[in-house]
C-alpha cells in the first residue's frame, strides 16, 4: 500500500482532521462519502488510519465489483470483502474496523449536480449492523475528489440510452452506469487537486440496546449519522477555502528554498 500510495499522496498531499477521535481498536464502523469514481480518495483514507492508529479498515464492497476478474484479487488483496450482512457480521464479531459507504455504487456514479450529495436512499443496514453488534459509528468526510473530474455526459442522459441498454443486457445495473469525465487539461487523467478528510466524535450505539429490528431506531441513528457525515463535508469546504496551498502550485512554492 505505502509504495502503490506514496506517488499519489506526494501529488495530493492529502489534509486530515479529527484523526485523534477514531478508537484505538475495533469492532467499529466507519461511515461515510463516497466521491466520484471511489477510487482517488478512499485508498488515502486507509492509509492514513492504518499508519496513524493501527485500524486496518474491511471495506464492504458493490456486490458487482466481485464479477470483474482480477480487479476484485486486486480488492481482495486490500481487505475489502463482499459487502454482505454475513460478511459484515463476521468482520464485527471479529472485531475488525469496518468501512461502509452507505452510496453504495451510486454514490460513486455521480450525475451533474451531485457534488458532496449523500445518495444513501432509505438505507438501514449500516444502522441495524452497528445496533446489532453494539459498535461506535465513526463519522467521516472527503472533499477534494469531486474536483478532479467534470462531468461531461451522465447515465441520465439521453446520449447514454445505448450504453445503458447495453449495460443492463450484460446484467449490470443502469444506476451504477459511470459518467464520462474530463480531468486534467481535458484528459482522462485526474487534476491534481488536494484532498481534505475529517471524522467526526464515535457515536455510541450502545443507547439502543442491542434493537437492531427496531426500525425507528435504525432510522434514527442513520439518521443522526448522515447529520453527522454532512456536518463534516461543510467544514471541510469551509476549511478548503481557506487554505492557501490547496493549488497544486502553491504547495510546490511553499516547499522550495527561499
Known amino acids: 500500500m ?61 456486490k458487482a465489483h466481485y464479477k470483474v476478474p482480477v480487479w476484485r484479487d486486486f480488492l481482495t488483496r486490500f481487505g475489502a470483502v463482499d459487502g454482505t450482512r454475513e460478511n459484515a457480521r463476521a468482520l464485527l464479531r471479529d472485531g475488525e474496523a469496518v468501512l461502509v459507504l452507505p452510496g453504495g455504487g451510486r454514490e460513486v456514479a455521480k450525475r451533474k449536480g451531485e457534488r458532496y450529495q449523500l445518495i444513501w436512499k432509505q438505507r438501514l443496514g449500516f444502522a441495524r449492523l452497528a445496533i446489532e453488534a453494539r459498535c461506535p459509528i465513526v463519522p467521516f468526510a472527503a472533499v477534494g475528489g469531486e474536483e478532479t473530474y467534470d462531468i461531461m455526459v451522465d447515465a441520465d442522459s439521453a446520449l447514454m440510452a445505448p450504453v445503458r441498454s447495453a449495460f443492463e443486457r450484460l446484467g449490470g445495473r443502469a444506476e451504477l452506469l459511470f459518467p464520462l469525465s474530463r480531468g486534467f487539461a ?5 487534476r491534481p487537486e488536494r484532498f481534505y478528510f475529517a471524522f467526526g466524535e464515535p457515536i455510541d450505539t450502545e443507547r439502543y440496546g442491542g434493537r437492531h429490528e427496531d426500525g425507528r431506531a435504525a432510522r434514527g441513528l442513520r439518521d443522526r449519522t448522515r447529520s453527522a457525515v454532512e456536518e463534516r463535508i461543510d467544514f471541510l469546504l469551509v476549511e478548503r477555502e481557506q487554505d492557501p496551498d490547496r493549488d497544486l502550485l502553491a504547495r510546490i512554492r511553499s516547499r522550495l528554498p527561499v
Not at 33 to 43: K, Q, S, V, W
Not at 186 to 190: E, H, S
Open 186 to 190: 481535458g484528459t482522462a487523467l485526474p
Open 2 to 62: 505505502e509504495a502503490l500510495l506514496r506517488p499519489w499522496e506526494l501529488i495530493t498531499d492529502p489534509v486530515f482532521h479529527g484523526t485523534d477521535l477514531i478508537p484505538d481498536s475495533g469492532p467499529c464502523l466507519f461511515v461515510g462519502n463516497h466521491t466520484i469514481y471511489g477510487l482517488l480518495d478512499l485508498p488515502l483514507l486507509v492509509h492514513h488510519v492504518q499508519r496513524e492508529r493501527g485500524l486496518f479498515l474491511r471495506g464492504l464492497a458493490e
